[in-house]
């Protein structure tokens, strides 16, 4: 990595900077909380991550974050894991994020688009109203706080009043995005045992309905904890025997009642993606997730009152709770319920169109496809309102940056962020005053101390190095769900640095503050004792026309060697001849080194993804290695099982 400075793509004007709100907050922390008020966002961070205590308090107060009881201290243990953030305070997450309703009642909480329908919107005085009757409703049905409410439903407003209802009676969410089958939702919400589940009878995606009343059905049969099922008629059927209306708990004009609970009390279980078993239960708290939050939507993708904020998600990814957490910042949250590329590639930056969003953030998957699509967003559509479009999911290649920049416009704020479902958060990412550089990401987040280790645990400047957290976050797990002793919590993360969250991807702080992922640590290629991402392979290979998606594994052999395959699948009418093999040869080896080039070039059908839509290396891996199907990977977590009989297949020719 070279410690040269490059010229950014893009930097604020001085009156951007001016205006956002982490210039402002930094002021005002500087006269009321001992933070600097000169050396600009560098000099904030520094101490953020220094003085924990009075930058947390400084965002609750900066945020009129409103405890019921006060705490006692902000941090009454900061070690980890364990840390106990503002104990004795009460608070409800749905409370705040219901504030707006009352200076903005009559002005759109959500705005709701489809694939066949104009944009919907829902007021703040509406979305009160049905999470009061809801959760009214809830506590009814004998709901109480800390018990369990899942949610089989797309993204959809019903889904975020359900969330909130939750919220708002101390119970604990979690939810599954329809498109996953039966097997995956159980793995999941067995492990937690809802007392009350939210479903719908299908769902429309790409031009089509997808019935879902027979998967409903199982997930009924195999949830014995189950007190009540509440119907949601998306596609306009009849309720199911036994199941409760949602019109029928929505339709009172009742002002909800907001439980006041511990910070620390559990607000939503998230689930990693459990391809290699069954998938973690992620616990978050209620206060942890809102000031977390606060921080990451105000301070950092400095959203307010004036913005529409769009993230293509689904219920089933944590960018769904991220985004429906812009409601804290009294944001209008924009819900697409449809296929990412449907009736085109463009179907996105259309949506975005469409509702005027200011804030639009996406996966860099997406952003790759337009590319090799050829759309043309900033000719195609108006995009005037977007300030800033964000990607994660996995890296912004550099030529990502370069594209959304030539094609949206010059003056966009690109966001490359990384976090994760473990925190529901960024670690790094945007920051509005700062430069974009390609292929990077703008710096870490405020309150998280961001470090490039080697294995002794020594920090790395312009160097790779594992992805380590040194303190606290307050959206960290509180614990797993199931976890009795918290093995599984520590093991994690917590296993190789004692105390220090090491999360899993190769990182490198560049020596002017930014950051670059190189993907994840425990898929790395290491070469001769030469460590390299996999995304920088797929970023460089992808470039070509020929190739759709591509998937890199290294693999340590019984004799001491080292065998790294390169699988590629071809776009429509590639053809693996020879002349594409040195091409792709070539194009490694000039992007990046000789070192990088694969032993084997292997034309596959498809590369298997995640539910989430990461591809997965891990699994094909132990396949590759001679671990049976059913041991490798987690059925149930996997976008189409049948690829991996590829890998399979393949494992055994070589043994």
């Not at 709901?143 to 889904?159: E, F, K, M, T």
């Not at 009878?201 to 199982?218: I, L, M, N, P, S």
């Not at 550089?437 to 400047?461: M, N, R, V």
């Amino acid at each position: 990595m070279s410690t040269v400075n490059p010229q950014p793509l893009w930097q604020p004007d001085p009156q951007r900077i001016a205006r956002s709100q982490v210039t402002r907050f930094q002021a005002w922390a500087a006269q009321h909380h001992g933070a600097p008020a000169d050396g600009g966002y560098e000099a904030l961070h520094r101490w953020s991550v220094d003085e924990l205590e009075p930058f947390w308090e400084a965002v609750t107060q900066w945020f009129d974050v409103r405890f019921s009881t006060p705490y006692a201290r902000v941090l009454g243990d900061r070690s980890m894991p364990g840390a106990e953030w503002f104990p004795g305070a009460t608070l409800n997450y749905a409370e705040h994020a219901l504030r707006a309703a009352a200076t903005r009642a009559d002005e759109p909480a959500l705005l709701y688009v489809d694939e066949i329908h104009d944009p919907r919107p829902v007021t703040w005085s509406e979305l009160r109203r049905q999470v009061g009757s809801l959760a009214a409703e809830l506590r009814a049905l004998g709901l109480r706080p800390g018990d369990r409410v899942s949610g089989y439903i797309p993204n959809v407003p019903q889904a975020v009043v359900a969330l909130l209802a939750t919220a708002a009676v101390g119970a604990v969410w979690t939810s599954c995005a329809p498109d996953f089958g039966a097997r995956s939702v159980l793995d999941r919400f067995q492990q937690v045992e809802p007392v009350v589940l939210f479903t719908v009878d299908g769902y429309r995606y790409g031009g089509k309905e997808h019935d879902r009343r027979e998967t409903v059905a199982e997930l009924r049969r195999e949830l014995p904890s189950l007190r009540a099922v509440v119907h949601i008629p998306l596609l306009g059927t009849e309720a199911p025997e036994g199941a409760l209306e949602w019109e029928a708990l929505t339709s009172a004009d009742t002002e909800p009642a907001f439980e006041q609970v511990p910070f620390a009390h559990p607000l939503w279980v998230l689930y990693s993606s459990g391809t290699t078993g069954l998938p973690k239960a992620i616990v978050q708290s209620q206060g942890g997730i809102l000031v977390e939050h606060l921080k990451q939507l105000g301070l950092h993708c400095d959203l307010g009152p004036e913005d529409r904020f769009f993230w293509y998600t689904s219920t089933g990814w944590m960018m769904w709770n991220f985004l429906v957490s812009g409601l804290l910042t009294g944001t209008t949250v924009v819900l697409y319920d449809g296929s990412p590329g449907y009736p085109d590639t463009g179907a996105q930056w259309r949506v975005a169109e469409r509702t005027g969003a200011t804030f639009y953030g996406t996966s860099a998957a997406y952003v790759m496809a337009c590319r090799k699509a050829d759309v043309h967003p900033g000719r195609d559509f108006d995009l005037a309102q977007v300030r800033c479009v964000a990607t994660t999911g996995s890296p912004l290649p550099p030529d990502g940056f370069r594209w959304l920049h030539d094609e949206v416009r010059e003056d966009l704020w690109i966001a490359s962020v990384s976090g994760g479902t473990d925190v529901c958060s960024c670690f790094a990412g945007a920051v509005p005053t700062l430069p974009v550089y390609i292929g990077e990401l703008q710096a870490p987040s405020l309150g998280t101390d961001l470090q490039s280790w080697d294995p002794s645990g020594k920090p790395k400047i312009d160097e790779v190095g594992e992805l380590v957290v040194t303190n606290p976050m307050p959206s960290m797990p509180i614990h797993f769900w199931n976890d009795p002793d918290g093995s599984r919590y520590h093991d994690s993360y917590f296993d190789t640095y004692p105390g220090v969250w090491r999360h899993g991807d190769w990182i490198t702080v560049t020596s002017r503050g930014s950051v670059v992922i190189h993907g994840r640590s425990d898929s790395t290629l290491n070469r001769q004792g030469v460590r390299m991402g996999s995304a920088d392979i797929y970023e460089a290979v992808e470039r070509l026309p020929e190739i759709k998606e591509s998937l890199v594994i290294g693999i340590e052999q019984p004799d001491g060697g080292y065998w790294m395959p390169l699988f590629v699948q071809l776009a429509p009418g590639g053809v693996l001849d020879q002349a594409l093999l040195d091409r792709i040869k070539a194009t490694i080896r000039e992007n990046l080194s000789p070192r990088h080039i694969p032993d084997e070039v292997i034309e596959v059908p498809g590369i298997p993804h995640t539910l989430t839509g990461k591809r997965i290396e891990v699994p094909v891996k132990r396949l590759l290695q001679g671990t049976p199907l059913e041991k490798a990977v987690n059925p149930g977590s996997i976008d189409n099982l049948e690829l991996l009989h590829f890998y399979e297949d393949l494992a055994r020719k070589r043994a």
